[in-house]
């Protein structure tokens, strides 16, 4: 899933395990948009746990080469 911000930005958002009994929630992100938003956490923190219900939250920052 894909996420756009009004400022241009995206956000990829991996979905959960479909046989797991929790909900949790699977972010990653470039070094690039931690660097250019400094309330980006926050605002993914807010998003998983009050937007989607989530229990869990996981956020990976990494370059797309792993």
Do not use: C, K, W
Not at 12 to 29: A, N, W, Y
Request: charged share 30%; no cysteine.
């Amino acid at each position: 899933m894909l996420i756009q911000e009004r400022d241009g930005t995206i956000t990829r958002l991996l979905s959960p395990p479909p046989d797991t009994d929790r909900h949790s929630v699977q972010v990653e992100i470039s070094p690039d948009e931690v660097e250019h938003q400094g309330n980006l956490f926050d605002r993914l923190i807010e998003y998983a746990f009050t937007t989607l219900g989530a229990r869990f939250l996981e956020v990976r920052v990494t370059t797309g080469d792993e």
